[in-house]
């Protein structure tokens, strides 16, 4: 199975790396192909629905790291979504990636499993409720089954994150595939 991984953390070190790094651990011991994707270090244009994407020329008027990714984004078997929390929501870095897939809708739609995996400093899952429902509303409109999700509350740093059981989450997600 191919595997693509998108991360929207700045921090080479940080909570959601360890995470990711766990969910390839698992991933990579059953077998499958994993591609991963840092946004964060990523030339990412927002997306513009200007309809360029959609008028039978040849895809987004941006030409910048999207160009790597969406070979990899089409070919995926899965796709895991990788961010901390900030405010709500998925980082800015993710965010502008997903917005990107539009110029991929046509060929996104079913056939994939989806992950989402989030880690942040708040103690409520509330605070997650925007990653939450923007995936699942994601997954719904492209027909993606979900293929699980870890919420790693109360992980504001990685010595936080390390002594809860969420690393073990994502290293079973990823082999559970």
Not at 26 to 41: I, K, L, N, S, W
Not at 59 to 86: R, T, W
Not at 129 to 148: C, H, P, R, V
Request: charged letters at 20%; aromatic letters at 10%; glycine letters at 8%.
């Amino acid at each position: 199975m191919k595997v693509l991984i998108i991360t929207g953390s700045a921090h080479k070190n940080g909570t959601t790396a360890y995470l990711t790094e766990q969910f390839i651990k698992g991933a990579e011991e059953t077998g499958h192909e994993v591609f991963r994707f840092d946004a964060a270090y990523k030339d990412i244009h927002p997306c513009i629905a200007c309809e360029k994407c959609h008028d039978g020329t040849l895809g987004c008027v941006f030409k910048d790291d999207m160009q790597e990714l969406n070979p990899h984004l089409i070919e995926a078997d899965a796709i895991a979504l990788i961010s901390p929390i900030y405010y709500y929501g998925f980082s800015a870095q993710l965010k502008a990636v997903i917005d990107r897939f539009y110029a991929n809708d046509a060929v996104l739609h079913g056939n994939k499993k989806a992950v989402m995996m989030v880690t942040m400093a708040d103690t409520s899952l509330k605070t997650a409720n925007g990653a939450i429902q923007s995936f699942k509303g994601m997954t719904d409109y492209l027909e993606w089954d979900i293929a699980g999700t870890v919420i790693g509350v109360n992980c504001m740093t990685l010595d936080m994150l390390k002594n809860t059981n969420y690393p073990q989450q994502a290293y079973e997600l990823g082999k559970s595939l």
